[in-house]
């Protein structure tokens, strides 16, 4: 209530003061003056004070329990081992944004990713552009990193504070993320598709899904489609593998857990299902500037040297 009624307070004196100056007959110009600054300070004392002293829910921690928050260690060590090199590979990232003031412009938003080499000392994670950035459109290219807070959640329950480093241009939904070192030293996907997939190939989704974190669902490759125009034009793969909110920017998977796209989007759920797309592995690979003969180098140029 203080902060709607001190402008309020001030608007009020303001008239009271433009009706004093207006005739020489009424008196009170000086405790009109002071009535605007007390409903200007008022006001600034109740945004600080909501700002920094009431204490603010953190909706992420009281909407996630722990039970879901990381996977049991044996049921991840018991897969197969494609799956469990991909769920490994696989991050939750929670990415806030703050406008002015924080307290009452600040948005969360949650997706996933996937740790596909190093650049110096810093681990690289590979997701969609829209993860890290809302205010991304398709096909519509903004040159500069969206300033985010980016925290990455990996399997084992450590977090890290991250960065947007790289983005894909042309309005294309795709963004690398750097963050530290892996102190376990996850294995990092296959760098190269040794064969281009086909329809009718099995594959598989690792990713969060609304919040639930290193998930795996299977499907098959349902169509190769292309999106843009050449020389810039982009593989799609689509697939019916369940994709949700949360599984973007997570791996869809050959069978043998060779990385083949970036989950990015699915069709309306009110009137389709099955129906997802992931932008195809070998776009980033040929955005970044990395080659063929690249496939079994484990460090990815830095980001200041594209």
């Not at 970044?288 to 690249?294: P, T």
Request: charge should be neutral.
């Amino acid at each position: 209530m203080g902060v709607v009624l001190g402008p309020i307070a001030a608007l009020m004196a303001l008239v009271a003061l433009a009706q004093i100056a207006g005739n020489a007959s009424f008196r009170g110009q000086g405790l009109a003056v002071a009535a605007v600054w007390v409903g200007v300070l008022e006001t600034a004392a109740w945004v600080a004070f909501l700002g920094l002293v009431v204490p603010r829910v953190d909706v992420f921690a009281a909407r996630h329990g722990p039970a879901l928050a990381y996977p049991s260690p044996h049921s991840v060590e018991s897969a197969q081992t494609h799956i469990r090199n991909a769920l490994e590979a696989n991050v939750f990232l929670l990415v806030q944004e703050n406008g002015w003031p924080a307290f009452l412009n600040s948005e969360q938003f949650t997706g996933s990713g996937i740790i596909i080499g190093k650049s110096g000392s810093d681990r690289l994670i590979l997701t969609s552009r829209h993860v890290v950035d809302s205010s991304f459109v398709l096909g519509f290219s903004r040159s500069h990193i969206p300033p985010a807070s980016v925290t990455v959640f990996f399997h084992d329950g450590r977090t890290d504070k991250a960065r947007v480093c790289w983005l894909a241009p042309d309005g294309i939904d795709l963004a690398l993320v750097g963050t530290g070192p892996d102190p376990l030293g996850i294995q990092v996907v296959t760098r190269y598709p040794p064969r281009d997939p086909e329809i009718g190939d099995r594959t598989f989704v690792v990713g969060n899904p609304h919040d639930l974190r290193w998930t795996y669902t299977e499907g098959v490759v349902s169509a190769i489609r292309a999106f843009g125009r050449k020389p810039d034009r982009l593989k799609i793969i689509q697939t019916q593998a369940p994709i949700n909110r949360g599984s973007s920017g997570g791996g869809l998977y050959q069978s043998d857990g060779t990385l083949i796209g970036i989950v990015s989007w699915t069709e309306d759920k009110s009137q389709a299902e099955g129906i997802g797309f992931a932008i195809a592995y070998e776009n980033f690979l040929r955005l970044y500037g990395l080659r063929k003969s690249d496939a079994d180098i484990h460090a990815l140029p830095g980001h200041n040297e594209r």
